[in-house]
């Protein structure tokens, strides 16, 4: 089996140490294929190895094209993506690959744990709790039993599969979604049943979020995030559709600072779906945080 490893990237400093993370395995892959617009090229700085390639596009297209740029130019039958600020353990690909190839399944995809990084902030491990074997991606993720984030995470630079799997569902295949993995996996989940997911319980990937993540975003998309949510939540349960609008639409209008926004995203869950208490509490306890700076300058 070989094995192709794709990396997008805008020509961040960060790049280097992800590509190097990927060279570093204790299986090593037989390409490390590095996407990158050709007017971000100026700033790219790789190690000197040759199982790197370089693989341009006129401009950039977003992480999921970026990344099917990646699997159409792939040789291996394998492939992981890693994000250019993040960075593998060394055991990753050799502990993956051969957890796919013992599912006995031809569609496959495997996950592990990751240890979250934030600047100023002590670095996490999620998930708490890995998916179970046929659980609904959609009620894995979206569904929530504490205050806090990080019960299901399904993250990019955790994922390895065959590469068949994104030729017959593209990773772009549903264009620009807001979740962009777990629209992917919905739609892979949905379409075939021998799909297995697995997710390793061990941490083999270091998962970075500062303030200028790609994953970031501080714009106003609450009405996108509700969009998604009636889009492709309609067939999940009313729990899932309740707790998803109360807490991942919810903060996409508390990043934003967006009291109206919150307030929407709380009302939309209460209409089309059944949130839970702890996404009721979650949403409760935003919808404060971002009103009282407004009380303060009132009064």
Not at 2 to 28: M, N
Not at 36 to 58: F, K, Q, S
Not at 200 to 207: F, G, K, R, S
Request: hydrophobic share 40%; charged share 20%.
């Amino acid at each position: 089996m070989t094995v192709s490893v794709i990396v997008p990237t805008i020509g961040r400093p960060t790049v280097r140490r992800a590509v190097e993370s990927a060279l570093d395995q204790t299986c090593p892959p037989d390409e490390v294929i590095v996407v990158i617009a050709d007017d971000d090229r100026v700033a790219l700085d790789l190690p000197d190895h040759p199982a790197i390639r370089l693989v341009t596009v006129p401009e950039r297209t977003g992480a999921s094209a970026s990344r099917q740029v990646g699997v159409r130019a792939a040789r291996g039958d394998i492939v992981a993506l890693l994000d250019d600020d993040d960075l593998w353990h060394p055991y990753k690909l050799e502990r993956q690959v051969a957890e796919g190839l013992a599912t006995g399944s031809d569609r496959w995809i495997v996950a592990c744990r990751a240890a979250v990084r934030g600047v100023g902030r002590r670095e996490k491990v999620w998930p708490r709790t890995v998916i179970g074997p046929a659980q609904p991606v959609a009620d894995y993720l979206f569904r929530r039993s504490t205050l806090f984030f990080g019960d299901g995470m399904l993250q990019s630079s955790t994922l390895c599969f065959p590469r068949n799997v994104a030729l017959e569902v593209p990773l772009d295949s549903v264009g620009d979604a807001v979740h962009d993995e777990p629209t992917w996996l919905m739609t892979l989940q949905g379409k075939f049943d021998d799909l297995v997911i697995r997710q390793i319980a061990e941490c083999y990937t270091i998962y970075t979020v500062t303030s200028d993540s790609v994953s970031r975003s501080f714009d106003d998309r609450t009405a996108d995030y509700i969009d998604w949510g009636d889009t492709y939540l309609g067939s999940s349960s009313a729990r899932t559709r309740g707790d998803y609008f109360l807490t991942s639409a919810v903060t996409a209008a508390a990043s934003a600072h967006s009291a109206s926004g919150v307030v929407s995203a709380i009302g939309h869950g209460i209409t089309h779906g059944r949130p839970g208490p702890m996404a009721y509490l979650y949403a409760m306890a935003k919808l404060a945080v971002v009103v009282a700076p407004m009380g303060r300058r009132v009064g």
